[in-house]
């Protein structure tokens, strides 16, 4: 069956540097691939979306990468701040309207 | 504009109630979907509607039906509550052009006791 992971583990990162995310899937041939960014109590928010036939997309401090042959995706964020913190969760589409979300992982930078 | 909103924000039901959650979006938008959201579970799919007259089930549609009244109004219906339907609910909507960018309402927080 299909299965996409994410750390489960919050992620603790010194403001100032790069924080770099993972999302792992398996079973599964994506025509593309989003980001979302999620705070406490609240809805997800969309970040970004690469296509299968990109390899990287750029949005202001953000950076996405996708990888069809290790099926993954790496999300960059440099300069990080405490305002980053968040968890942050990535989804998988392909089938018709519909996407499939991971668990997410928790950013959380300490100044 | 409002984007999509959900009512109640919060509710407690008993074993066996049922209740019905709103949604709305005025952003003019095709396709409407309701997931459910656990811990250490994600964001599930219960029903969607890619366009007004259509629903299908999702992957966790068992004890819910769902209603699309309108373009801009998709109701989701809790028949009787069990306690594992404890959740938090979210509405998304996306316009069909965008590669399923998903916009969320605030989220209804359900407790069956």
């Known amino acids: 069956s299909q299965k996409i992971e994410q750390n489960s583990e919050a992620l603790n990162i010194q403001e100032g540097k790069t924080a770099t995310l993972t999302c792992n899937y398996t079973?599964?041939?994506?025509?593309?691939l989003q980001w979302y960014r999620q705070d406490p109590g609240r809805g997800p928010v969309f970040l970004l979306l690469?296509?299968?036939?990109?390899k990287e997309k750029r949005k202001e401090r953000l950076k996405v990468t996708f990888d069809t042959t290790l099926k993954q995706s790496l999300f960059h964020i440099t300069a990080s701040q405490p305002a980053d913190s968040a968890t942050y969760l990535c989804a998988l589409g392909g089938g018709y309207q519909k996407v499939t979300f991971g668990t997410g992982t928790k950013l959380q930078v300490i100044p | 504009n409002a984007g999509v909103t959900q009512t109640p924000k919060f509710q407690v039901l008993k074993t066996g109630q049922s209740m019905t959650l709103q949604c709305a979006q005025d952003m003019n938008h095709n396709s409407m979907y309701w997931y459910r959201q656990d811990p250490g579970m994600g964001l599930r799919l219960i029903y969607y509607?890619?366009?007004?007259?259509?629903?299908d089930k999702g992957e966790v549609p068992n004890g819910y039906n769902v209603s699309r009244l309108n373009k801009r109004e998709f109701s989701l219906r809790l028949e009787s509550a069990a306690p594992s339907q404890t959740s938090v609910y979210f509405c998304?909507?996306?316009?069909?052009?965008?590669?399923?960018?998903?916009?969320f309402g605030p989220g209804t927080r359900l407790t069956v006791l």
């Open positions: 998304a909507s996306t316009d069909r052009s965008s590669y399923n960018e998903q916009f």
């Open positions: 509607s890619a366009s007004e007259g259509t629903t």
């Open positions: 690469i296509r299968e036939n990109e």
């Open positions: 079973n599964y041939s994506p025509a593309y």
